[in-house]
């Protein structure tokens, strides 16, 4: 009984020190990180001159999938829709919608070609084969985090790849990092 007297001072102790020491969830991604992370890379991508079709007219793209390698659950897709409406914005692509990495995002470009020889349709107006434009350039992302030791500091880098189809080689590459601190 003695002996377990002595312990509980020392187990207390260990119970404060314990507590004053939790460790801190990385701070999380917000609306606004996805805003600024994909306007920066997309001023560097339309500065960059890659999107200029030397023949003139404009690039067909697809955005392909954006992965996310960090511990926290992050909505990709709002990433990729701001991608896709700051490149339509700047009028110097068009985005397919038809082909994308898990399938088209709209599969109705190719559900209406199923009313083909459809008595009920005017023939004239349903979409015939060989009308769909494939995608010259796909972009592609990923999003990882990095928390270094001792910090309550964790970077995000968002990085995104354009990609000449045709020939498979990347022709831009870009990367922002967000840093988040969390309360101590």
């Given at each position: 009984m003695k002996t377990l007297a002595c312990f509980i001072p020392v187990l207390a102790a260990a119970l404060v020190l314990c507590s004053c020491s939790t460790i801190q969830p990385p701070p999380e991604l917000d609306a606004e990180d996805f805003e600024y992370a994909a306007g920066k890379a997309l001023t560097g991508l339309i500065n960059s001159g890659c999107l200029q079709k030397p023949e003139g007219g404009r690039y067909v793209v697809a955005i392909s999938r954006v992965t996310n390698?960090?511990?926290?659950?992050?909505?990709?897709?709002m990433l990729i829709k701001k991608i896709r409406v700051g490149l339509l914005s700047s009028g110097k692509?068009?985005?397919?919608?038809?082909?994308?990495?898990?399938?088209?995002?709209?599969?109705?470009?190719?559900?209406?070609?199923?009313?083909?020889?459809?008595?009920?349709?005017?023939q004239a107006t349903v979409a015939q084969k060989g009308?769909?434009?494939?995608?010259?350039?796909?972009?592609?992302?990923k999003i990882?985090?990095?928390t270094p030791r001792g910090t309550n500091r964790t970077d995000y880098y968002f990085q995104l790849s354009l990609t000449q189809i045709k020939t498979g080689l990347a022709i831009w590459e870009g990367e922002e990092r967000i840093t988040k601190v969390s309360a101590e």
């Open positions: 390698n960090t511990t926290m659950e992050l909505d990709t897709d692509v068009v985005v397919t919608t038809a082909v994308a990495h898990l399938g088209p995002e709209d599969a109705m470009s190719k559900n209406v070609r199923q009313l083909a020889n459809d008595d009920d349709f005017n009308q769909m434009i494939a995608p010259e350039l796909s972009i592609s992302g990882i985090s990095s």
